[in-house]
């Protein structure tokens, strides 16, 4: 299928043909064709499967094919993080550099006032994190009232970050006619409730279970005693990991230790996280993106919204304790068909965390002990395969017949 046949306006196939796409993702194929119909949609996506563009190239449409005189806005994207905002915002513009329209983004962390007096000259298409949206709208900024397409992103993580109050409040002020576009990686129950209570008479879309782990990842576990982690790092930064490389952190404090541990180690690394600000975090994302920076440490929450191409590494410096998080992270590389690589460090306590994981992908990650921090109750590991780290990825089908293997201690195998 091509771009052309999902019947899409010239303006914005001659977008998409100069950025160099060529055929749609599932997501979009699948999206594009309902949303265009004004129909509610409720979309199962994980991010870099294209889901931005499946909402954005739609609403662009419907906009242009019906215009509404006004300097209100018409069409709302609610998205949690200010990253992901920008990245959507910046899509739009890409998207719809043809088109007669204007958008705006706004999030918090940044004067206010530079984004009131954009505002004021008017804006058909508005990118809004919850907390600057409902700022806007108490300082009567932005009237709701006028709008005709809603798009609610990263619905998952929204609950995480304790936005669903802040979501109802936006919901409430919303036009009972409207077209709302509702996508989440993942279903909780309270995820699916709000659905409910907002979606009407929805088409579901689902591509790529949250359980699956790009085909193109290849993914090894490095068993590690929690103190040596930092060293073992700077070991893999030196002699292994020859790119940049995205590193996630449990914490805030965690990542900016981390940050300190690796400068004295002559590793250039920044973070990013809830409590830097706008700047630096923005600051630190573009030096990433450049090249010029090899380190990236985040947080779960501030990662929502990275996207960097082609990137090689990706490296959990601490297990994630839902293991959905764990698919969202090796997601942020191996897309649109590239190599990747996810390198997970696990000590005694996270190992619950790791049976979790292999549990829900339904395959056993290679676990890994032969290296200069070894811990002393070794893994019953599955063989690493040969040059999974530096040759072409390849997936992993774990033990024979595919059947789960719990992990041990060699103390644990010998009391058997």
Known sequence: MSFKELKLIDPLLKAIH??????????????????LTGKDLLGCAQTGTGKSAAFILPILQH?????????NVKALILTPTRELAIQIDQSIEVYGKFLPLKHQVVYGGVNINTQISAL???TDLLVATPGRLLDLINQRIISLQTISHFVLDEADRMLDMGFIHDIKKVVALLPQKRQTLFFS????????????TILRNPVKVEVTPVSSTAETVAQVVYAVDKA?????????????????????????????????????????A?????????????????????????VLIATDIAARGIDVEDLKYVINFDLPNE????????????????????????????????????????????????????????????PLPKGALQGKAKKETGPPNNKKRRFRSNNQQKRR
């Open 18 to 35: 100069e950025e160099g796409y060529e055929t749609p993702t599932p997501i979009q194929s699948q999206a594009i064709p309902v949303a």
């Open 63 to 71: 906009l242009v094919e019906h215009p509404v005189t006004g300097k």
């Open 120 to 122: 004021r000259k008017g």
């Open 185 to 196: 990686a993942t279903m909780p129950e309270e995820i699916a409730k709000l659905a409910n």
């Open 228 to 268: 040596n982690k930092p060293k073992l790092l700077v070991y893999l930064l030196n002699k292994v990991v020859k790119d940049h490389v995205l590193v996630f952190s449990r914490t805030k404090h965690g990542a900016d230790r981390l940050v300190r541990f690796l400068d004295k180690n002559r590793i250039k």
């Open 270 to 294: 920044e973070a990013i996280h809830g409590n830097k600000s706008q700047n630096a975090r923005q600051n630190a994302l573009n030096g990433f993106k450049s090249g010029r920076l090899k």
């Open 323 to 382: 293991p959905e998080t764990y698919v969202h992270r090796i997601g942020r590389t191996g897309r649109a068909g590239t190599s990747g690589k996810a390198i997970s460090f696990c000590d005694i306590e996270e190992r619950p965390y790791l049976q979790d994981i292999n549990n829900l992908i339904n395959q056993a990650i290679p676990v890994l002990n032969d290296h200069p921090y070894p811990v002393r109750d070794e893994f019953v590991a599955v």
